[in-house]
């Protein structure tokens, strides 16, 4: 199948184009939302679709929705996708796809770490702490942490950075309550990911949820769960504390920008070249494979 940068569909209206996700609404209650081959890093949407991107991470946040179904109600219908669009429209949407309820979202990232890296490693080194939660001393980059944290994000406008909040934060911003009980399910979430994911060979070193409320008020997991754009997957048996693990992510592609003389994580992005766009599908093939025992179905 060809890559797809942007679905273009006409007999449903376009609601808005994400980071990654296409959504057109089905009605009023429900939404179309079409998993692009768009990879964004550092919060920039790069020029260069990743092929397959897009089934894959599909096809693996619907594993998880089932796997974690009795944790927390999700946005599913159970709704064909190829059922609500024209039949010219269907190779677009084939695979890449899921027929969702319409749901207030919550405006706050649900991020969980069970392991010392990236922005949490920064804030430790700076502070001994992350996101304003206390940790040992002496730990060490990509060390387990002693239990996992939550440290939600606020959601920023498209192109902008997330802002890592405390949870009084997010509390008042949504209420006590609510805070509290999103805090709750995402690390009941993580566990009980982390703990199949262990027996797959695969650390999740962190991970974001989103959620949101229906007309009921009822919470619901939404968008993505636990795919290799929203958690770091690591192969357990190359985890070393002390070291950046490899991961089954966009954290290829990350690297390479690293590397790019003058980019200042602004757009444009630089061009991706040829070897950095397969060696990534590679790995969110390889971690499909690897976590859920599932190849790419055709």
Not at 34 to 47: E, K, Y
Request: proline share 7%; hydrophobic share 40%.
């Amino acid at each position: 199948m060809a890559a797809v940068y942007h679905s273009n569909l006409h007999s449903l209206p376009l609601l808005s184009r994400g980071k990654v996700r296409d959504n057109y609404a089905v009605g009023e209650d429900r939404l179309l939302i079409v998993t692009t081959d768009r990879l964004s890093a550092f919060d920039v949407i790069m020029a260069d679709p990743i092929p397959d991107k897009g089934r894959v991470l599909n096809q693996m946040a619907l594993f998880w929705f089932g796997r974690l179904a009795d944790v927390v109600p999700n946005h599913l219908t159970g709704v064909d996708p190829e059922s609500v669009v024209a039949a010219d429209e269907r190779e677009q949407v084939r695979g890449r796809s899921m027929v969702v309820k319409r749901l207030k979202p919550i405006l706050v990232e649900a991020v969980v770490r069970g392991y010392l890296i990236g922005s949490g490693w920064k804030d430790y080194q700076a502070g001994g702490a992350v996101c304003g939660i206390a940790l040992p001393a002496g730990l060490r980059m990509a060390d387990r942490l002693p239990e996992p944290i939550f440290t939600p994000a606020a959601k920023a406008e498209l192109g902008e950075h997330d802002e890592n909040i405390g949870f009084d934060e997010m509390s008042a911003r949504i209420g006590a309550q609510l805070a509290g009980r999103i805090r709750e399910i995402s690390l009941e979430l993580y566990r009980r990911a982390s703990e199949y994911a262990a027996t797959r060979g695969i650390i999740i070193a962190d991970t974001k949820f989103e959620f949101g409320l229906d007309a009921q008020g009822t919470l619901h997991l939404m968008d993505e769960v636990l795919t290799a754009d929203s958690s770091r997957f690591w192969p357990a048996d190359e985890w070393r504390p002390g070291i950046s693990p490899p991961s089954f992510d966009k954290q290829f592609v990350r690297d390479y920008l690293e590397t790019v003389p003058g980019w200042n994580k602004r757009p444009p992005p630089p061009p991706l070249p040829r070897e950095v766009i397969e060696q990534t599908a590679a790995k969110y093939r390889e971690a499909l494979r690897r976590l859920t025992g599932q190849e790419l179905a055709g």
